[in-house]
């Protein structure tokens, strides 16, 4: 007998797998057809729940409505399906004349009600295939879902063995499917749509033609999209075997789905209406949850969670769902397992959706506390056992200001986009606050110190406890990019390779492949700058070798005519590619190295668009704090005319459409409308994935991303994108043993005394340092030190002690965060050091100025690189640690004539120029800043009066320098780029005249 591969018989052993977990087969048919028709609802299994769990309050309803009973019920019902929708109903049930109904119930946490129990098990689960939902035609749903009566999940199925796909079945969704029938009204009845063959799963809530927005329901396949084999059975088996199983199905009802409401603005920013999505939870999302749940229940409180997934994967909602979950959570004695759950995020829009989330999910208000205040309003939440609580990381050192020891508590903290940041100070200052730990506890959990111990060293090991692993305190860390010290600090102990690693994982390359987030790698083009830099000056001095590269490199990229060529190239192709993207709304975002930098490209760009008549094109900056340049102090808001908190809105509106970087906006900000990113700015490892990630987010029109780099080559960014494409692990753990090497190193230098780091010690641990009086006693203390620092060292060994001393803080705090580990001596050298070395003298870094030394001769950017830079398919990626020991002296500073060091630059970035490469403007610059007349006319006059003054002497300037065929009579034959010249010349004139 032939194998039976229709799609029919997709739909038999789906259907048999679901009565065979408790499903009833139900065929709609005659009257129960014409109701279902009707009200888009199994009218007769609604009234069989309603009756078999509720059966006074249905006689109640019998009694008020007569024999219009079942048409008045039915009309309520209606009514508040569409006022609250489905999901409202189905949790809260209705009201009706003063009789309230439940129409489901959930699982019950425990046995011990059994009237809960029955009404639980009274619940009908029905599965109706080739369901003809319209009386207005012939067309069928492949199969239904039905919880009493009411139609939650709607599925098109479609089996590749007769060449149709889950692509088949998304387009009979888009078409086939009127919006307006009510059955498929947004809200009211259908949860989810499922499109489903042997192989993927995608689904959606909302159902509008070809708008329809699908999303991936895939479990991921070796760190790609679609599903893995499954042995005997469909790759998409565990949608009906595991998700839509009865007591799944109420859960995801009860404690997921919820409604979320974002304002809908016009081009302009203005709030014009607003928009509501049923949100279903993604399968990476549902599983990320319930696995932690399971593992919390099973190891109860103490372990850490590292969940590395993508960036725009929907982190906030599964941070939502997690926190709600967590706060909610018992153990086998009925007993809440956390007091508190902390979130950690500086995301603006998480403290407001995870509000509106649970408030959905249990219709409480106070649920979660934002922290908006100050530091005692976080203790006092903590103090009393707010479930949830949003703070920033900031807040948490000061609570140790604030309050005393906490009482003994339980608390779980999820931190959003972990870093090292978190692994820090402020992460001790947290855990320390938080652990519960006693003296005793210490002793047993170590069983490393000696039965008698003074005072001071009990309350040493009291501090390091509190600082290190705590078993009252479980992280859940969510990061797209983790580091070495966030996998060790936050990852779960596998014990066959004996290292840490991510609890769960969505990678990049499954986001990437299934559609949810763009490669931002397809379309990279590189451009490599070249030139040629001659002295200046007369002198060849010697001079740092090092400084002097950095210097000269600084130079160029700060030099006008640098940055006037980049500015050009950006501007024109933004207008001419970016521009007419993602329907005309495309932006674009230039990263730039340094905020001056940032501040001469806002000036350089707007300047260009001006000169050259631009209407469609305007710029926002974005850059912290005060930048001088040349004199004149510039800050983000004085620049952008808006205050910095407007910022992220007023981009996302038609008015702007370039956002100049410095640091800010490089993680963490989310615009879909970026399509394209200017990099000048070196990137590697992680912070070139986080900055050009900033491309990655989809919206409707948005099919691709462009990178245009003027400093990365493509290998780089290869190589920083490939370890976290697919999993991120590590080649092995921080050892803590380097410790004693750094220690060594530092005690044999001589500088301290352990009598005087036993000094320190007695005045931190009994609390004498609180009381300001102590900084008396401190100082002279550490004064001694410094004086053989400063009298015995030479400037070589001064640098390595310094260095070193950096190191063993910096080691020792991560190694208090990752593990058991506990040793007196070394804490005492922490504490100690942490104080000596703010009073170390600090050397000011100078640097080599070379500005007027040097000139810029020859230049041009020249695009090298041009296509798709390819990740591989390789499984884990393993990091290495971070390293901390090994010698800290620093070399001596080599020394170098300029001359050689700019031929060697020369060498490096020149080529073979054409003769229009070369620019002799700094000589005419120099005539023009030695001109009395423009000196005076510079002093007296603002920029734009000294304008006219400049533009009519520049001419002449021009003419005395022109000699046959060289650069100044270029010049004059060519208007444009005399043009050009004279506008790109005009500041430094201006500015450097008025100092003469």
């Not at 003027?710 to 490939?722: M, R």
């Not at 798709?868 to 170098?896: M, V, Y």
């Amino acid at each position: 007998m032939a194998i039976d591969y229709s799609e029919m018989g997709l739909e038999e052993n789906i259907e048999s797998s679901l009565t065979y977990a408790g499903y009833l087969e139900r065929h709609l048919e005659g009257e129960a057809l014409k109701k279902f028709q009707k009200y888009a609802i199994d009218v007769e299994m609604l009234f069989q729940f309603l009756e078999n769990t509720q059966p006074k309050k249905i006689a109640r309803l019998k009694t008020i409505h007569g024999n219009k009973f079942e048409q008045r019920l039915l009309h309520r019902l209606e009514q508040e399906l569409t006022r609250r929708g489905v999901i409202d109903c189905l949790r809260y049930g209705i009201k009706d004349r003063g009789v309230s109904l439940r129409l489901v119930y959930n699982k019950p946490p425990s046995s011990l009600n059994q009237t809960l129990v029955q009404n639980y098990e009274n619940n009908i689960f029905t599965v109706s295939r080739q369901v003809y939902y319209s009386s207005q035609n012939k067309k069928s749903l492949d199969m239904v879902l039905f919880l009493n009566g009411f139609p939650i999940v709607v599925m098109e199925l479609k089996n590749p063995l007769t060449n149709q796909t889950v692509e088949h079945a998304k387009r009979q969704f888009e078409k086939d499917r009127d919006p307006k029938d009510l059955l498929f009204q947004p809200k009211k009845r259908v949860v989810v749509y499922f499109a489903v063959d042997t192989d993927e799963v995608w689904m959606t809530t909302k159902l509008n033609r070809e708008g329809t927005y699908f999303l991936p329901f895939n479990r991921g396949n070796e760190g790609g999209k679609g599903n893995p084999v499954i042995y005997n059975n469909y790759r998409t088996s565990y949608l009906w075997s595991d998700v839509l199983q009865k007591d799944s199905l109420l859960d995801i009802l009860f404690r997921f789905v919820y409604t979320e409401e974002k304002d809908i603005k016009d081009s302009t920013g203005e709030m014009i209406d607003k928009k509501e999505t049923v949100i279903f939870p993604r399968y990476h999302q549902l599983d990320v949850v319930r696995k932690i749940e399971t593992d919390i229940k099973k190891h109860k409180v103490g372990r850490n969670y590292l969940v590395q997934h993508s960036a725009g994967s929907g982190k906030t909602n599964s941070i939502s769902w997690l926190s709600h979950r967590l706060a909610k959570v018992h153990d086998e004695n009925n007993e809440t397992i956390f007091d508190s759950i902390i979130v950690i995020t500086d995301r603006r829009v998480l403290d407001k959706q995870l509000q509106d989330a649970i408030y959905q999910l249990e219709h409480e208000a106070g649920v979660v506390q934002k922290i908006d205040e100050d530091s005692k309003q976080l203790a006092e939440a903590i103090q009393n056992k707010t479930r949830i609580i949003i703070t920033t990381l900031q807040k948490f050192p000061f609570i140790i200001e604030k309050v005393g020891e906490f009482s003994r508590g339980k608390y779980g903290i999820i931190i959003d986009e972990a870093h090292s940041s978190q692994g820090g100070k402020a992460s001790t200052a947290m855990t320390s606050i938080l652990s519960d730990k006693t003296l005793d506890d210490a002793y047993e959990a170590d069983k490393v110190m000696e039965e008698e111990l003074d005072s001071t060293e009990e309350k040493i090991i009291e501090t390091v406890e509190k600082s290190g692993k705590q078993d009252n305190i479980s992280f859940f860390a969510f990061t797209a990019t983790p580091k070495p010290k966030t996998i060790e600090k936050f990852g779960t102990w596998n014990e066959q390779t004996g290292l840490p690693e991510a609890f769960h994982v969505y990678s990049m390359r499954q986001a990437i492949e299934e559609g949810f987030i763009l490669d931002v790698l397809q379309n990279y083009v590189t451009y490599e700058t070249f030139y040629k830099v001659e002295k200046s000056i007369h002198d060849d001095p010697e001079v740092s070798k090092k400084k002097a590269t950095q210097e000269i490199a600084r130079f160029v990229s700060l030099h006008p005519h640098n940055i006037a060529q980049k500015t050009a190239i950006m501007v024109e192709h933004y207008r001419r590619v970016t521009r007419h993207k993602i329907g005309g709304r495309a932006k674009a975002m230039v990263v730039t190295r340094s905020r001056l930098h940032a501040v001469k490209y806002k000036l350089a760009i707007d300047d260009y668009i001006k000169r050259n008549n631009y209407t469609d094109l305007q710029t926002l900056v974005a850059f912290s704090g005060t930048v001088e340049d040349d004199g004149i102090p510039y800050t983000e808001p004085g620049m952008n005319k808006i205050s910095e908190g407007e910022l992220p809105d007023k981009f996302s509106t038609d008015k702007y459409q370039v956002l100049i970087v410095a640091e800010k906006y490089q993680t963490g900000f989310d615009e879909p409308l970026l399509h394209t990113m200017y990099v000048d700015k070196p990137l590697s490892g992680i912070k070139a994935v986080q900055t050009l990630s900033r491309l990655n987010r989809t919206c409707r029109g948005k099919e691709d991303t462009f990178v245009l780099d003027f400093v990365n080559d493509p290998e780089t960014i290869q190589e920083a994108f490939q370890a976290y494409y697919e999993v991120t692990g590590l080649s092995d753990v921080t050892d803590p043993n380097i410790l004693y090497d750094l220690q060594y190193e530092l005690d044999s230098m001589q500088v301290y005394q352990q009598s005087e780091i036993n000094a320190v010690s007695e005045l931190e641990f009994n609390g004498k340092l609180k009381d300001k009086r102590a900084q008396e006693r401190l100082n002279p203390i550490l004064d001694q030190a410094v004086d053989r620092f400063n009298k015995e060292l030479t400037e070589e060994d001064q640098d390595q002690f310094k260095s070193s001393a950096t190191k063993f803080i910096r080691t020792y705090s991560f190694v208090l965060q990752i593990g058991p580990f506990t040793d007196i001596d070394l804490h005492k050298l922490y504490v100690y050091l942490s104080y000596l070395l703010r009073k170390l003298p600090r050397k000011p870094n100078e640097r080599l100025y070379l500005a007027d030394d040097v000139a810029l001769e020859y230049y041009r950017n020249q695009k090298v690189f041009d296509g798709r830079i390819e990740l591989e398919t390789q499984g884990q990626a393993n990091i290495d640690p971070s390293q901390h020991a090994g010698s800290a002296s620093r070399p001596e500073e080599e020394k170098e004539r300029l001359s050689s060091i700019i031929d060697r630059m020369n060498e490096k970035f020149g080529t073979d120029f054409d003769p229009q490469d070369k620019l002799s403007r700094d000589q005419l610059v120099e005539d023009m800043v030695q001109d009395e007349d423009l000196q005076e006319r510079a002093r007296n006059n603002s920029i734009d009066n000294f304008t006219f003054s400049y533009e009519s002497m520049f001419m002449d300037f021009l003419i005395e320098r022109m000699t046959e065929k060289n650069f100044f009579q270029k010049m004059m034959e060519n208007e444009e780029q005399r043009a050009f010249l004279m506008n790109e010349m005009k500041e430094e004139v201006y500015y450097r005249a008025r100092e003469q």
